[in-house]
């Protein structure tokens, strides 16, 4: 390779790591949020929604000033996971916070840009009775890709990282037909994420509370993520850390154990 090549190779390169660390701040000036992904529906939360039926009862911390809070309130602990497969953690238990840890430490693990390690990932956690889950939600990272001016299908740099970092939960039982109830369940949830560069270059614009949310099951041993219960879909009240609207519908901050 003659140096002319190897400069143009050298600046392509790193105009690539531009546009990568500039995802987070171009997913909110264009208001295409990774959100999206795992959705096929364009509704909004609202505040209609009923608190969690199947989440831990918050519980208060002692702060008796004013009304509860998330930020008031006891901290959720994340069950631990006991094993890791195919990028994805395991061995949540059958109960609401297992469905909720199984939930938060998916997404936080998730790779929401790169489409073949994402494949991977859903591939290992999607039920079997949802054909189509992981080809759809496969193919929302391709166009993000491609929007983001970015080749369609690929990873991302060796020095370019994202850190996904969910703050709270909001949880709910599906009352599936058919099914035992518990056994089916949205969950919502609130996180941040932000890049870090070549030479540890900070991300200045960060996503900030943003939310998403996931139906899962309990099938075979885990729970699995679904979309055969789209249409029992639920929407909470945003998640504020200092909003008692927030706090009595159901929302509670986490964290991991240990």
Do not use: C
């Not at 140096?3 to 990568?20: C, D, E, F, P, Q």
């Not at 889950?133 to 929302?140: G, L, P």
């Not at 055969?228 to 639920?234: A, G, K, W, Y």
């Not at 927030?246 to 901050?253: F, K, L, S, T, Y």
């Amino acid at each position: 390779m003659d140096s002319s090549t190897g400069l143009k190779a050298r600046r392509a390169r790193l105009a690539l790591a531009a546009i990568v660390v500039a995802v987070a701040a171009l997913l909110v000036a264009g208001g295409f949020t990774a959100a999206t992904l795992m959705r096929d529906d364009k509704g909004q939360p609202h505040a209609d929604a009923t608190p969690s039926a199947s989440a831990p009862a918050p519980t208060s911390s002692g702060a008796t000033d004013g009304p509860m809070t998330p930020e008031k309130g006891k901290k959720f602990t994340l069950s631990p996971r006991t094993g890791q497969k195919d990028g994805v953690s395991t061995g949540f238990p059958a109960s609401p916070v297992g469905g909720i840890s199984a939930v938060t430490y998916f997404w936080e693990e998730y790779a929401w840009l790169d489409d073949e390690k994402a494949r991977q990932q859903l591939t290992a956690v999607a039920s079997k009775d949802s054909p189509g889950f992981v080809d759809k939600n496969v193919s929302e990272i391709r166009k993000m890709r491609e929007a983001l001016g970015l080749p369609t299908s690929g990873g991302i740099p060796a020095d370019i990282s994202f850190t996904t970092s969910v703050q709270a939960a909001r949880a709910k039982t599906i009352n599936a037909p058919g099914l035992p109830v518990g056994h089916v369940m949205q969950v919502w949830l609130s996180y941040d994420r932000f890049a870090t560069g070549p030479k540890g270059g900070r991300d200045e614009n960060p996503l900030r509370g943003d939310m998403v949310d996931f139906i899962v099951k309990w099938q075979d041993g885990a729970w699995k993520f679904t979309n055969e219960f789209d249409n029992l879909r639920t929407f909470p009240v945003a998640y504020e850390p200092t909003s008692r609207f927030a706090w009595n519908d159901g929302w509670v901050q986490v964290r991991h154990a240990g």
